[in-house]
């Protein structure tokens, strides 16, 4: 069974910072891409930032500079740093776990039942 578990997430004040884990079970987690999604209330869900097998990163213009997402394969765990907060940081933040099987030409997709980011005085 897989599973995905988000903590870290909270109440922050703007310009502060959090620290979100994501711990996997019941995956070959070293070799799937990771990433964090958020969504806002009303707003579609949008990708926050993600990380290959491999290390490389891909982040959403609107978090450069400001987030960093990082692997742990020991852990099986991903984490998401994010500074210099700010309230449009506010929404549900969602970790994924996602690996395309080409010879059986599906993809694997999984996500966490997510955790509350809220950015406000």
């Known amino acids: 069974q897989v599973q995905l578990v988000e903590s870290g997430g909270g109440l922050v004040q703007p310009g502060g910072s959090l620290r979100l884990s994501c711990a996997a079970s019941g995956i070959r987690f070293s070799i799937y891409v990771l990433g964090w999604y958020r969504q806002a209330p009303g707003k579609q869900r949008e990708l926050v930032a993600d990380?290959?097998?491999?290390?490389?990163?891909n982040s959403a213009d609107f978090v450069k500079g400001r987030f960093t997402i990082s692997r742990d394969n020991a852990k099986n765990t991903v984490y998401l740093q994010m500074n210099s907060l700010k309230p449009e940081d506010t929404a549900v933040y969602y970790c994924?776990?996602?690996?395309?099987?080409?010879?059986?030409?599906?993809?694997?997709?999984?996500w966490g039942q997510g955790t509350q980011v809220t950015v406000s005085s």
């Open positions: 990380i290959t097998s491999g290390g490389s990163t």
């Open positions: 994924n776990a996602r690996l395309q099987l080409v010879v059986a030409n599906r993809v694997n997709d999984y």
